[in-house]
Nanobody, 120 residues
């Protein structure tokens, strides 16, 4: 059993910053890709950023230069630093991790999400 728990969401004014965290726990042998997605009301869930186990990153065009993804492998945690926030960044943010469990199963796990609201 693997659990991902996000934290750090909240209400912020446009131009402000937030830092999201997502901690993985449970029956973990190793973690590969870790990603952040977001889903605005009435819209599909979109990829925001991805980081590999060795630290290579990739971002959606809409957040490049404003958001930074990072991870702490010792803590099985991924972060999303969000700067210069815009009202259109308002969404529920989810983390996803590709986990190899201690009994050698590989699969994606999702957190339950954390709400980010950016006021204009």
């Amino acid at each position: 059993q693997v659990q991902l728990v996000e934290s750090g969401g909240g209400l912020v004014q446009a131009g402000g910053s937030l830092r999201l965290s997502c901690a993985a726990s449970g029956n973990i042998f190793s973690i590969g890709f870790m990603s952040w997605y977001r889903q605005a009301p009435g819209k599909q869930r979109d990829l925001v950023a991805t980081i590999t186990s060795t630290g290579s990153t990739n971002y959606a065009d809409s957040v490049k230069g404003r958001f930074t993804i990072s991870r702490d492998n010792a803590k099985n945690t991924v972060y999303l630093q969000m700067n210069s926030l815009k009202p259109e960044d308002t969404a529920v943010y989810y983390c996803k991790a590709y986990v190899r469990t201690s009994d050698a199963y590989d699969m994606d796990y999702w957190g339950k999400g954390t709400l980010v609201t950016v006021s204009s």
